[in-house]
């Protein structure tokens, strides 16, 4: 696919610098693409890493959020009165929510402009534009005023999608706007709970294996965890305290490991980031899990490794160890089904996996990405009210388990 896989905002690297709760969770939507629609991916996955290193209801409300071809999770957000829907990428790895750079954004009569031009960098795109207030409807019982929405006037990297959902902290905003540099944006979430649309600042993120292209078997839920699509309890670790990592939804690995095999020693920490597609680890990382699986090699025009089939009945787990709690990959979490080989850029008959390599060695404070790939096995709770991540396992990880 080509290079929205990896979305990171570049301005991040630079800083370091009342009523009852709901909860809400929404569907995300997928697109129809046919060809290696997502050869390129992860090339733009390790783009986004290298961007990211430098740098009023009662109760829970869930929204739909459909796969786009394997890829990426988008959710329908309806902008301005009366609302434009429009698909935008679910992004925990970035802040700025934006339109345009495919339907175009159409004002309204709630759409303020600010006077502000907005631009944002990410790995592998960018988009420059104009910043308005707005209203913005997540569902017909979470509707947002005057919410910060880039107009999106010229973009590279978008294409097949209409802009971005910020969802990660709200100093990834900072530097974004033109004459106001040194401020910060609010983000959606801010808003929600400023705005007493939800009482906590906790976003619930469920993903799942798609087996078509048009699957919406995603949800997000805001304000809190929809416990119907997790199984036992959720399990919070701290983020961590280690930059760049911090910046973001980051944590610390203690160590990991692939069957007998030291893929992480020492406790180092990355991200956790619904925006990008595989899991990630710095180069030395990689070449300790490849290495341990019989005839691996690194297919660099695909950027992805490739197993022999041979070899796939022997592989192992990988398993992460985050503060006291143990996370599994099982085999079949990291592999690409074969029947989605076109689709990635490879060829019938092959075996390729979704584990791959940051493009720099461990040790800069940002040493791996668990992204979708991890996220369709472990339902995730980002919580800014105690800074602090939850996992759970999704109920179709119990059920390959119990297979």
Excluded at 72 to 84: E, Q
Aim: charged letters at 10%; aromatic letters at 10%.
């Amino acid at each position: 696919m080509r290079s929205f896989v990896s979305l990171s905002v570049t301005f991040l690297a630079a800083s370091a610098s009342a009523s009852a709760s709901a909860v809400l969770t929404v569907p995300l939507t997928k697109l129809n693409r046919t060809g290696a629609y997502l050869k390129g991916a992860p090339d733009a996955d390790r783009a986004r890493a290298a961007f990211l290193n430098s740098r009023t209801g009662n109760g829970p409300t869930t929204v739909p959020a459909t796969n786009l071809e394997y890829q990426v999770y988008l959710t329908s957000v309806g902008i301005g009165s009366p609302p434009t829907y429009y698909n935008l990428i679910v992004d925990t790895g970035s802040s700025n929510t934006f339109c345009g750079t495919g339907i175009p954004y159409v004002r309204t009569p709630t759409s303020i402009p600010t006077g502000q031009a907005v631009n944002a960098t990410y790995g592998s795109g960018n988009f420059t534009g104009e910043e308005y207030l707005d209203q913005v409807t997540f569902a017909p019982n979470l509707v947002l005023k005057n919410q910060s929405i880039g107009d999106a006037l010229s973009s590279y990297g978008f294409q097949g999608f209409d802009g971005i959902l910020g969802l990660g902290p709200p100093d990834l905003t900072h530097g974004t706007l033109t004459h106001d540099t040194n401020a910060t944006i609010p983000t959606v979430m801010n808003n929600l709970v400023s705005q007493g649309l939800i009482q906590n600042q906790v976003l619930g993120v469920y993903y799942s294996p798609s087996t078509n292209y048009t699957d919406t078997n995603g949800a997000l839920t805001y304000g809190g965890a929809d416990s119907s699509l997790y199984e036992g309890e959720l399990m919070y670790v701290p983020v961590t305290e280690t930059y760049p990592a911090a910046y973001y939804w980051g944590v610390n690995v203690t160590c990991a490991t692939y069957g007998n095999h030291m893929v992480i020693l020492n406790s180092t920490a990355g991200m956790v980031d619904s925006g990008t597609t595989l899991v990630l680890l710095a180069d030395d990382l990689f070449s300790v899990y490849l290495n341990a699986i019989t005839g691996a090699t690194f297919n660099s025009t695909m950027g992805l490794i490739e197993i022999p089939p041979s070899s796939v009945p022997s592989m192992q787990p990988l398993v992460f160890f985050i503060d006291d709690y143990v996370f599994v990959m099982d085999v079949a979490a990291q592999l690409i089904p074969t029947d989605q080989n076109t689709a990635w850029g490879g060829v019938s008959g092959k075996q390729y996996g979704v584990v791959s390599h940051l493009g720099r060695d461990s040790g800069k404070g940002l040493d791996f990405i668990l992204g979708m790939k991890y996220l369709e096995r472990y339902y995730a709770v980002f919580d800014t009210d105690a800074n602090r991540i939850g996992f759970a396992q999704t109920l179709v990880f119990v059920r390959v388990v119990l297979v």
